[in-house]
């Protein structure tokens, strides 16, 4: 009766600050005096602190979400059934009319989403990315130690920890690879409808969601590019790339083809290191503003047919426009990405 | 669940029991990956470590024999898959060596295993406490925060912080004393 009252009376509030190491000295002497005057006391203290021991436990394990990864697991455990499953729906829908399709195209892609968003759901505890969005990103080092530079509003997705026979990664947007070499484990890039698969080399891919191409351009090495969605009556649905060469998927007409690169400046975004062998100023134009992210304004339409031939190594874009400037005795004006390029005469 | 409950749980699932096997995945997956990321210091990693693990024992549940417990199996197989992935990664862990030259395959004395009815209890009586309690006991015991710290971050003066964490604590030791009681006789006779 009397540990009871012990108890119940106890200042739970001073025990707690105790437990936490929230005590002043005064109420760490005054603590230590109740846990020596009897067993019980003592003893409760340690049940307490047990208890709390439990609760952190709790914290920590629930960390780790066992539903979503019993749903990763289950799915490895019977690849076999899943697949028997899609066999027995293909038939049906062969058997069943036409106005039934949309209704079960319904319920084909409701099941494609559920399993893309539970796929996307576990991806945090096994897929990385990095992202590029007003500043290139440069020679971002991969689990295997192969270097990617990203251009900017790009993104790469990759695992974690590469399987064992492929190293396989997911770019929207532009990016150059260097990969590093492996016979044994070869790395392959998703990009939009193209997958790229190489074994060692370096190379450029451009697949921004809004442009109506993917570009792969090879630096050194082979590259095969293939076309994903087969099924279509186009031919080609891959080619191999040498150095020097490009391969270019249209998503209109799912045609892939392959030509060689006349664009010196295709990696010039990563480089800076621009070659303009006279070309239009039009199209002068639109490569600074890709490779420096700025805009460029040209008051004048004849101004865009005027040609230019010049090389430019890792130069500031100021430094550049001013020789435009000069080689065709332009007016220059705008600062902070925003510039103007017009006709010096008119403004006379 | 005790070691009778895992043996018989574990003859199901060499049965081709899946619903066993969920059964057993749920009571360990939480336990094993904060054992694994407590030595491999990558939650992420550790997650991966113990779902592969578990692929693998479903693919070869009919040849597996567990000599003592489901539950010393489990964690030795984790331990060992840990020890693999640092070695294979090269990654430098002082006490990698301590696990190396440990002959006993025993789970380490202060390595607790949570049971899912326990957890389960422990879960409810936080959620019983009311709103503001709780949020000061989690900010406290999950994030670790100082008393000040939870003042500070809450707007309430310390005072009310010392007094609610001593009422919540008092709460949860009433609600939980049965329980707790009975499982700390159950591991001084399970280390023995």
């Given amino acids: 009766m009397e540990e009871m009252k012990n108890i119940e009376n106890f200042d739970w509030e001073l025990l707690a600050k105790y437990i936490n190491n929230e005590v002043n000295s005064r109420e760490k002497l005054e603590v230590e005096s109740w846990l020596n005057a009897s067993v019980k006391n003592r003893e409760e203290l340690e049940k307490t602190r047990q208890m709390l021991k439990k609760v952190d436990v709790l914290f920590k394990n629930k960390k780790f979400v066992s539903d979503v990864a019993w749903k990763n697991v289950h799915s490895k455990i019977h690849p076999v059934q899943s697949e028997i499953f899609q066999h027995k729906k293909t038939r049906k829908e062969v058997i069943l009319r036409f106005y039934k399709y949309a209704a079960i195209l319904l319920v084909a892609l409701l099941l494609g989403s559920v399993v893309y968003i539970s796929f996307r759901n576990q991806m945090p505890a096994l897929f990385q990315t990095v992202s590029a969005k007003n500043q290139v990103v440069n020679d971002y080092i991969l689990p295997d130690g192969s270097v990617v530079t990203l251009n900017r509003n790009s993104t790469l997705l990759f695992p974690k920890h590469f399987k064992k026979d492929v190293r396989e990664v997911t770019i929207t947007g532009e990016a150059f690879f260097d990969v590093k070499p492996n016979a044994n484990k070869p790395f392959i890039i998703n990009a939009g409808d193209v997958q790229v698969k190489v074994l060692g080399t370096s190379f450029n891919v451009c697949a921004y969601p809004e442009t109506e191409t993917v570009e ?3 630096k050194t090495g082979k590259v095969q590019v293939t076309r994903k969605n087969t099924g279509t009556e186009v031919e080609n649905r891959q080619v191999f790339l040498l150095p020097g060469e490009k391969g270019t998927l249209f998503s209109e007409s799912h045609a892939l083809e392959k030509s060689v690169n006349t664009d010196p400046n295709i990696i010039s975004w990563k480089t800076h290191d621009l070659v303009f062998n006279e070309i239009p100023l039009s199209e002068v134009i639109q490569c600074l503003e890709k490779v420096y992210n700025i805009n460029i304004q040209v008051k004048e339409p004849e101004l865009n047919d005027l040609v230019l031939t010049a090389h430019f190594d890792k130069k500031p874009v100021d430094f550049i426009l001013n020789v435009v400037r000069l ?5 220059l ?10 006709s010096r005469k008119k403004n006379q | 669940m005790n070691q009778s409950d895992d043996k018989a749980l574990f003859k199901k699932i060499t049965d081709g029991d899946v619903k066993a096997f969920e059964a057993l995945f749920h009571a360990y997956y939480g336990n094993l990956c904060r054992f694994a990321s407590g030595i491999i210091s990558d939650n992420e990693m550790a997650e991966e470590i113990v779902q592969n693990l578990f692929v693998k024992l479903w693919e ?6 567990v000599e003592t417990s489901v539950k010393n199996y489990l964690y030795r197989a984790v331990k060992n898959q840990c020890i693999n992935f640092i070695k294979h990664n090269n990654i430098k862990i002082d006490h990698l060596q301590n696990i190396q030259t440990e002959k006993a395959v025993q789970i380490q004395p202060d390595e607790i295993f949570l049971e899912l009815e326990l957890a389960k209890k422990i879960e409810q ?3 019983s406490l009311p709103v503001k309690r709780r949020e000061i006991f989690i900010l406290s015991r999950e994030e670790g925060l100082k008393y ?3 003042a500070q971050k809450l707007n309430i003066s310390l005072k009310t912080v010392e ?4 009422l919540a604590i008092k709460t949860l030791r009433e609600k939980l004393k049965n ?9 001084c006779f399970h280390k023995n």
């Fill in chain 2, 163 to 166: 007094a609610q964490m001593g």
């Fill in chain 2, 60 to 65: 070869k549940r009919t040849q597996i024999e």
């Fill in chain 1, 327 to 331: 080689t065709f005795n332009l007016q």
């Fill in chain 2, 125 to 127: 009586s936080i959620q």
């Fill in chain 2, 148 to 150: 000040t710290e939870i």
């Fill in chain 2, 179 to 187: 329980h707790i009681s009975f499982l700390i006789l159950f591991l």
């Fill in chain 1, 216 to 218: 792969v351009v090879v």
């Fill in chain 1, 333 to 342: 004006s705008g600062e902070n990405e925003q510039f103007t390029l017009s």
